[in-house]
Nanobody
Framework: QVQLVESGGGLVQPGGSLRLSCAAS????????MGWYRQAPGKERELVAA???????NYANSVKGRFTISRDNAKNTVDLQMNSLKPEDTAVYYC?????????WGQGTQVTVSS
């Protein structure tokens, strides 16, 4: 059984920062990609940032220059440092892993940017 455990969401004022963490555990092998998606109310889930199978970082245009994704291959973790947060960043953020053993999603963590 594979688990993706997310942490780090919360409420922050505009201009603030948050760091999201995701740890993958269980029978997971041949990880090809790890990343973060988000879904705002009434909108479709969208890519925020991810490592491609080639190890290249891919960012949504709306977060370039503000968010940074990092990964620890030994620990199967992926983090998302979010700076200069805006109200439009408010959403549920989901960790995503694509592996040889399957496609996995975390349970989601709420990020709310509001004054």
């Amino acid at each position: 059984q594979v688990q993706l455990v997310e942490s780090g969401g919360g409420l922050v004022q505009p201009g603030g920062s948050l760091r999201l963490s995701c740890a993958a555990s269980g029978s997971i092998f041949s990880i090809a990609s790890m990343g973060w998606y988000r879904q705002a109310p009434g909108k479709e889930r969208e890519l925020v940032a991810a490592f491609t199978s080639g190890g290249i970082k891919n960012y949504a245009n709306s977060v370039k220059g503000r968010f940074t994704i990092s990964r620890d291959n030994a620990k199967n973790t992926v983090d998302l440092q979010m700076n200069s947060l805006k109200p439009e960043d408010t959403a549920v953020y989901y960790c995503n892993v694509i592996a040889g053993s399957g496609l996995y999603w975390g349970q989601g963590t709420q990020v709310t940017v509001s004054s």
